[in-house]
């Protein structure tokens, strides 16, 4: 699960935030969290859904980056439904490759010395969890502050809570203008002027726009979606409307009570006017469009929200609709797509109004969809569009974690999960999210027992992300499924066990063995006509082989490049070209192997992959050492030593770079001297990564 790295986020207009005209009010908040975030190292911001918080989170961090040296990392956690994917979820936002089984410890290592803040927005759902992870990190680290959000406090002693009121409205007797600054009118003002451009508070106007300021308690929310509908009213007929709708006795002051619960009823009934001004298809859409956490494409909505009464063909201009009402945000671009998305509390409405027959309905196509979804976007292929793949399939992870729920949450659907998960492999890797990844296949192994081909590609699932992570649990997956897969018959199972296996060998130390047995299942998977799996098995030799056995895994680089290139697999021939690079180092020729990262390099600066270019950068410092070129190599060994504690990991953990690290930091520094050498390490961990990588492409 990888997030995007943030520093003070600049985000696109969000209609239904007020964004798309600017930030509205909120001056004494901004200013209370600054001055509360001076003297505490926990400030949650509490208050009920749709006042704001998230926005003024979101505020404060623009504004803020320069007070911490590290800057600051925001964590968006209504899309994260398992207490268990809160730790990966925050590895991600700040860049660590999820490579452990031992997160929290990792988190804590890599913010030891940090000066960062950190943004926990929406913990709500997950209280405990968050609770928990916070804790842990104030108590391992020593200048880490969080900044949360959420509709309770956590609860974490020294924590200090900030309730986020709602915006100012207007006083009865306000003069028209005292009328126009009062932040609720603001923000209403804004909105309206993108329907009924030129809109302004006037004499006419003023005290019907102050009424339904105060109607709606001066919650931002609730302003949004009252204000979409003067496409179709006037402001005294839409204050009138508002009246009929919101007296009601469950709203009245003496049964609602004062503050929070009021609060929190007003806003409750705006959202059943603006659910009850939608037309009927309207209304099934915006239910069954709450089932995407992470947002959605038409493609999708057209291809699993239709049914029980809503047409395929009508999807579209229903989307529009619910657009034009300020349901659905508008397309934000994805790729060569666009996606609409729902802000938590209108996700969190929708999901409570889906009656139970069509929610049961919707599940099964939405397993069925995601099911053929990640197998379509497979990146373990020896094919183009790979890289396109990757992107596409990222932003729908969200999406993949409800089906993966769903599956998980009734025995006989468990193996549709498992069978998610185990293909999604190569995309928990990609993304260094390999902890969240052998989640969900734990998850899945522990639902389904037994003697099944689902289950034993499960096992070579995991063991496979354990071996990467340098689990010892991989070669009890191994052994497992290789007793699984000889007990089943079945060759496809059989082979790749034996690929596993051939891994588990290497990782221990058997070189000869597990070449062996690697070699043997790239045969079988060639005599089932499976190209895929034969790549992913030369992929797996050459690279956990180069060391112990560089000839031979230089062999299988060299033929895993040259079929990527007969099929146009850029994705996978990248991998292929820095296996062959390291195979090349060992074999002493480090011109070839410079030649090889700097191909690399570049790909994987395009594609952001941030795991590549910390191995690439690490190995071109010692090419440069090579060469002679020693103040070089301490610069590109600052530069990745940067980018190691991003991804929160070592050169010395790995035991095909371990001994070259070594050898390169101790010549450099024997040929600059000391202070020569830390000088130019240090100038190296300077450069921001775009520089860093420029450098290392440098003509040597």
């Known amino acids: 699960m990888k997030a995007t790295i943030r520093n003070a986020p600049e985000r696109q207009a969000d209609p239904q935030q007020g964004e798309a005209c600017g930030f509205v009010g909120r001056r004494h908040e901004i200013s209370q969290v600054r001055r509360l975030l001076a003297t505490t190292r926990l400030l949650t911001l509490t208050g009920v859904g749709g006042v704001g918080k998230t926005r003024l989170a979101r505020r404060v961090s623009e504004l803020l980056p320069r007070r911490y040296r590290d800057g600051v990392r925001l964590v968006e956690l209504a899309t994260i439904d398992d207490e268990d994917l809160l730790a990966p979820a925050v590895a991600a936002a700040l860049g660590i490759q999820d490579r452990t089984p031992d997160l929290a410890a990792l988190l804590i290592e890599h913010l030891a010395d940090k000066q960062l803040l950190l943004v926990l927005d929406n913990c709500e759902h997950l209280l405990g969890a968050c609770a928990r992870l916070v804790q842990q990190l104030l108590r391992g680290t020593v200048r880490l502050q969080i900044l949360a959000t959420s509709r309770q406090s956590l609860g974490v002693y020294g924590e200090r809570v900030l309730p986020v009121p709602s915006l100012p409205t207007p006083q009865p007797g306000d003069s028209t203008r005292d009328i126009a600054r009062r932040d609720a009118v603001r923000l209403f003002v804004e909105r309206a002027a993108t329907i009924r451009p030129g809109f302004l508070v006037d004499a006419a106007n003023a005290q019907a726009i102050a009424r339904l300021a105060r109607r709606l308690d001066g919650i931002p929310l609730a302003i949004e979606l009252a204000a979409v509908r003067l496409r179709a009213t006037s402001v005294e007929d839409l204050v009138n409307e508002l009246d009929e709708r919101l007296e009601t006795p469950a709203l009245s002051a003496g049964e609602a009570g004062p503050g929070t619960l009021a609060r929190h009823q007003t806003l409750r009934a705006t959202m059943d006017w603006s659910f009850g001004l939608c037309s009927c298809g309207e209304r099934q859409l915006w239910e069954r469009l709450s089932m995407f956490p992470g947002g959605v494409d038409v493609e999708t909505a057209e291809a699993v929200c239709p049914g029980q009464g809503l047409a395929r063909e009508d999807v579209l201009d229903l989307m529009m609709g619910l657009v034009d009402k300020s349901i659905l945000c508008g397309a934000e671009p994805h790729g060569a797509g666009a ?362």
Not at 504 to 530: F, M, Q
């Open 339 to 700: 996606r609409h998305r729902m802000l938590e509390t209108i996700r969190a409405y929708g999901r409570e109004q889906m009656p139970a027959a069509e929610a049961e309905a919707l599940r099964e196509r939405y397993i069925d969809h995601y099911r053929r979804l990640v197998e379509r976007l497979r990146v373990d292929r020896v094919e183009p569009g790979q890289t396109d793949h990757y992107l596409r399939l990222k932003p729908e992870l969200p999406n993949v974690r409800v089906a993966l729920d769903l599956c998980f949450a009734r025995p006989g659907d468990a193996p549709a999960g498992l069978e998610i998960a185990s293909v999604l492999w190569a995309g928990w890797l990609l993304s260094g999210a390999l902890g969240e990844g052998r989640h969900w296949l734990k998850r899945g192994l522990a639902l389904v027992p037994g003697s099944s081909v689902i289950r034993a590609m499960g096992l070579w699932a995991d063991g496979l992300l354990a071996h990467y992570q340098g689990d010892p649990a991989g070669a009890a997956d191994a052994r497992e499924c290789l007793v699984l897969a000889r007990r089943l018959g079945d060759e496809t199972a059989l082979a790749f066990a034996l690929q596993l296996s051939g891994v588990a060998a290497l990782c221990a130390g058997d070189a000869e063995g597990g070449l062996t047995l690697l070699e043997e299942a790239r045969t079988r998977h060639w005599a089932r006509g499976d190209i895929h799996a034969a790549a992913v098995t030369l992929y797996l030799a050459a690279l956990f082989g180069a060391m112990m056995s560089p000839d031979r895994a230089a062999g299988y680089g060299d033929e895993l490049v040259t079929l990527c290139e007969n099929r146009d697999a850029s994705l996978f021939r990248a991998y292929a070209l820095y296996a062959v690079g390291m195979a090349r180092w060992e074999q002493g020729d480090w011109q070839e192997t410079e030649a090889k990262m700097r191909e690399v390099a570049a790909f994987w600066a395009a594609a952001d992959d941030r795991w590549g270019l910390t191995q690439c950068l690490e190995v071109l410092a010692w090419t440069a050492g090579a060469r002679g070129r020693h103040e070089r190599a301490a610069r590109l060994l600052g530069a990745a030593h940067l980018l190691w504690e991003a991804v929160a990991s070592s050169p010395m953990r790995l035991r095909y770079q371990a001994r070259s690290h070594q050898e390169c930091a101790e010549r450099a520094r024997r040929a600059l001297g000391a202070q020569a050498f830390t000088a130019a390490f240090r100038d190296g961990t300077r450069r921001e990564l775009f520089r860093a990588v420029a450098y290392a492409l440098e003509e040597p």
